[in-house]
């Protein structure tokens, strides 16, 4: 008798589960509001528009012929039928998300893996635990503390500069260069990746990684790896196992999964030292009445979260440091590398513009012929107060920001129903406009696209040459781009409201800082190489036919000369 309960209740368990299945795939999207709004077709249950609206090769394409046929409020399929998203290219939409962060959260997925990777830090923390974490970290970011990393950028910015003059003087000594002056194949991506390791190492917890030297510090081939793993070519079965089924996937793990875990032993011992030494120092400072000084960030957010004014209940443990650590190591280095890597290129790419940036650059470099080191930190203060208002390289960085944004696009997920407002017409399924109707409704659950790239790249408010590199339109934007939403320059690039880019100031100092040093010493031109732009994580270069070689960008790179 109660065998025949158990395979009664699971029979009827398997068929209530499977009428759910059913409901959510094929009945309930027909009364999702989305599908009143006008969208591109789907041919198959199955088929999706998430590769050409993610994909940075031809998104900017996409988006214009979307924008051109449907409107600015635009109804995208993701993974299945039952999946139903918004595509807003509408500045008021966009604002609207991004504003209200408790409405429109990072999808749960998204941040799954997020923190298997680096812990729940502010890249992936929701609610009043991010609230929480970015007011601590605030007083870190401030500009008085920023400013007093600068001297440390510097140093490693000129170390950089003597790596590569020892490349381009060893391959004139090789003769492997017949062109004249000697020009040293680098790839630019590869090293500044490292250089701006180093420079997230010292100004994340005084720590060096001594990367430019060489690649063997334990920690660096900790992150270093790990970061790997995040942006690898895998296989997305594996991903979606990972995503879904996080217990099996632990039970059964594969070689990225072990590879991980890996890493993560070596970062949780090295750097939860660094840690608990930053926080003795703190401690030990406090009791002799001496205090402690140290201009990490570390220091700084562990004196921020120690302070007597913060109530207890808004303090954040050892290990949301330890996690905040991981994500500005993550976030910091990588995306300040990856925009100057492409800022390089786009100066390779114009000869022109390089040759004027670098006179405004020699222009204002001091009289002697030392090299920075002999600088005092005051001096290289007044120097960076000088570089950071010179006005043709505030427009190359800001035009380079704008047309190859790190970040291609963000999504975010509704937590409850909302009506997003609108600047322009929403439009019908059928091609008609919804008359009076001033808002796209949302329902709980459906998935939003912040397309970064395409508001940065959108003709209609940058002009017909939004997708060319000029450096000159930001002495005259058009009047529809100074009403554009972004917490930088009218562009998306560091994202706009709450969850906006907190290391923003200090990815300024990186990338004036290193184009300052690099362009005074080396003239870059283009290889025979086809570069493409590819969305792995972060937009990232790659040589055309060698995609599985991972990401690469290389330049000719010859030593500047006065007399040329």
Request: proline letters at 6%; a neutral charge.
């Amino acid at each position: 008798m109660n065998y025949r309960i158990l395979v009664y209740s699971f029979v009827v368990a398997t068929g209530l589960l499977l009428l759910w299945i059913i409901y959510q795939t094929f009945v309930a999207p027909r009364f999702n509001p989305l599908q009143q709004i006008a969208g591109p077709p789907t041919h198959g249950w199955f088929k999706n528009h998430l590769y050409p609206i993610l994909e940075p090769s031809i998104s900017p394409r996409v988006h214009e012929a979307f924008v051109q046929k449907y409107g600015r409020s635009i109804r995208v399929r993701g993974v299945g039928p039952w999946d139903e998203r918004l595509l807003t290219l509408d500045p008021v939409s966009v604002a609207h998300v991004l504003k209200h962060s408790t409405t429109y959260e990072k999808p749960w997925q998204s941040r799954s893996l997020i923190t298997s990777l680096i812990g729940c830090g502010m890249l992936a923390a929701e609610g009043q635990i991010h609230k929480r974490q970015r007011r601590v970290a605030t007083p870190a970011f401030s500009i008085q503390n920023l400013r007093a990393l600068v001297p440390l950028v510097f140093g490693k910015g000129a170390e950089l500069k003597d790596r590569w003059m020892t490349m381009v003087v060893q391959e004139e000594q090789l003769e492997v260069s017949c062109a004249y002056p000697p020009k040293s194949r680098i790839d630019v991506c590869h090293w500044i990746s490292r250089a701006t390791f180093d420079v997230i190492g010292l100004a994340g917890f005084d720590y060096n990684f001594n990367a430019i030297k060489d690649e063997t510090n334990e920690l660096f081939v900790a992150y270093k790896e790990m970061f790997e793993v995040a942006i690898s070519q895998g296989q997305i079965g594996r991903t979606l196992l990972n995503i879904y089924l996080p217990y099996f996937s632990a039970l059964f793990p594969d070689k990225s999964m072990r590879t991980v875990r890996r890493c993560q032993e070596v970062i949780h011992r090295v750097a939860g030292q660094l840690v608990q030494e930053s926080k003795r120092k703190i401690l030990d400072g406090e009791k002799s009445g001496s205090g402690f000084y140290s201009r990490d960030l570390l220091t700084l957010l562990l004196k921020s979260n120690m302070a007597t004014d913060l109530p207890p209940d808004h303090r954040i443990s050892d290990e949301d440091i330890l996690h905040n650590i991981n994500t500005f190591m993550f976030a910091g280095s990588d995306t300040s590398s990856l925009s100057l890597t492409w800022t390089l290129l786009l100066l390779a790419q114009n000869p022109e513009m390089q040759s004027r940036l670098r006179n405004e650059l020699l222009a204002i470099a001091p009289a002697s012929s030392e090299s920075l080191s002999a600088l005092t930190e005051d001096e290289i203060q007044s120097l960076y107060g000088i570089i950071s208002n010179l006005p043709y390289l505030d427009n190359v960085t800001r035009e380079s920001l704008r047309l190859i944004p790190p970040v291609h696009s963000s999504i975010r997920v509704a937590t409850q129903d909302d009506e997003i407002p609108t600047m322009y017409p929403v439009y019908k399924r059928d091609g008609t406009v919804h008359v009076g109707k001033t808002s796209v409704t949302v329902p709980k659950g459906s998935f939003v696209h912040v397309a970064v790239e395409g508001f940065n790249l959108d003709k209609a408010i940058w002009g017909d040459d939004a997708w060319s590199f000029n450096p000159d339109r930001w002495d005259d934007l058009p009047e529809s781009a100074l009403q554009q939403p972004g917490l930088y320059s009218n562009t998306l690039t560091f994202s706009a409201g709450p969850r906006s880019c907190i290391g923003m100031r200090f990815s300024m100092i990186e990338i004036k800082t290193f184009l300052y040093i690099l362009l005074t010493s080396f003239v870059f031109d283009v290889t025979d190489d086809k570069i493409f732009k590819a969305n792995v994580v972060l937009t990232r270069p790659y040589i055309s036919g060698k995609f599985k070689e991972g990401s690469q960008c290389p330049l000719l790179v010859s030593l500047f000369s006065p007399e040329k």
